[in-house]
């Protein structure tokens, strides 16, 4: 099985806990400090286990993504054999941490982060336990530092535990008296609460999926917050700044043309800046960006080009399109039926630019949004100036 879930929502323990109602050997291993010979010192202790105790080995692998490949296809023959039952547990996602072999052979079970009433709960537990907890304190608590410890955890009973302790640690400072955790303790034992944020795994890619969607729908309220989910974590802002670059090109496009003008100074304004300064200049950009018209006509016309270029043949440019800087290129015809457009009367020659096989093709189509109207009816009126000529 491949457990796979944020910090602190259990995956050792439930693992702990299959081993022990399975009457299973258990070891445990961090991927983060063992290696291949770690994994080989295992396996023979647990043919030792099934042939001396007749009892089969739950093979626990926390951050099971830190092994490479080379060292995860190391499970393979002993997981096909049955030498081991592997569990492993990440926080990134398997479908691109996990060897596609091991997965096939592993159920891969969700956890999700634990809610604020849930965690209320582990928090009271905590406090009547008397042999693992602090029952033996006699604490007193009330619910207003209850709810804020669990909001504060954010889904991680590791961190509403460890936050309790401390809470705990300070009431007790304060006289052994009947210690009370009051809501002002909890707000000291806290300091600063942590985001889930890894720049480099999945959660990295969630929320700047989420900024970039709730841009392009127009929601400015939902924009703000995911911008601001990414800043407080720790996230780069010149990351976001290109990623916000990108969006004025691909879903604002030439339906606002200063969208682009406007992302490029902000991007310079927090190189110039930097933070905490320049996070207003993002937010400026993020509300102007959601309420900009939108169109990806500009991405859907090069993606055009990009199809054409890719699957047909490249013709060599059409000799009126190229420039005899030779007498020798001028005797070729290079030049040869150019018509200077700003000596045309209308501004516009009857001069085919295309290569002969792409002839008549619309990559650039505007759509109605925003200024695209405006590009929409000059297009037209070259091309009329076009007919006329023709004509």
């Known amino acids: 099985m491949i ?94 941490e996990v060897i596609s072999p091991l997965l096939s052979r592993s159920r891969v079970l969700v956890l999700r982060p634990l809610d604020q009433e849930q965690l209320v709960e582990l928090l009271r537990g905590a406090l009547r336990d008397r042999e693992y907890g602090l029952g033996n304190q006699n604490l007193k608590i009330r619910q207003k530092a209850l709810d804020q410890l669990a909001l504060f955890a954010n889904g991680d009973a590791r961190i509403a535990l460890n936050s309790l302790e401390i809470a705990a640690s300070l009431a007790q400072s304060q006289g052994p008296d009947k210690p009370e955790i009051s809501l002002e303790i909890v707000q000291q034992a806290l300091q600063k609460r ?120 490249a013709e060599p440019v059409p000799l009126h399109l190229r420039n005899a800087t030779t007498p020798l290129m001028k005797e070729l015809g290079y030049g040869h039926g150019y018509r200077y457009a700003h000596d045309e009367e209308q501004g516009v020659a009857k001069m085919e630019c295309l290569p002969r096989s792409l002839v008549g093709k619309q990559y650039y189509r505007p759509t109605q949004q925003g200024f695209e109207k405006e590009i929409q009816a000059r297009l037209e009126e070259i091309q009329k100036k076009k007919s006329g000529r023709e004509e």
Not at 32 to 48: C, F, S
């Open 194 to 313: 942590t985001l889930l944020f890894d720049r480099a795994g999945e959660e990295h890619f969630n929320l700047i999926s989420a900024l970039h969607k709730s841009l392009r729908n127009s929601d400015v309220d939902a924009t703000l917050y995911w911008l601001g989910r990414m800043l407080e974590a720790g996230e780069d802002p010149l990351y976001i700044a290109r990623r916000m670059v990108r969006f004025a090109s691909e879903d604002v496009g030439t339906a606002d043309p200063s969208a682009l003008g406007f992302a490029m100074d902000a991007m310079q304004a927090v190189h110039f800046i930097g933070l905490p300064e320049g996070k207003l200049a993002l937010a400026q950009l993020a509300i102007y960006l959601a309420q900009a018209p939108k169109s990806n006509s500009v991405y859907e016309a090069y993606t055009r080009v990009q199809e054409d270029v890719e699957k047909t043949l």
């Open 3 to 96: 457990f796979w879930g944020p910090p602190g929502v259990g995956k050792t323990t439930l693992a702990r806990i299959i081993a022990q109602e399975t009457d299973c050997y258990f070891v445990s291993i961090s991927a983060v400090l063992a290696g291949v010979k770690d994994v080989r010192r295992v396996i023979e202790e647990a043919r030792t286990e099934r042939r001396l105790h007749n009892r089969r080995t739950i093979f626990f692998v926390d951050e099971i993504h830190r092994f490479n490949k080379a060292q995860q296809d190391a499970f393979l023959p002993h997981v096909e054999s049955g030498t081991i039952i592997l569990i492993g547990a990440t926080t990134e996602n398997p479908s691109f």
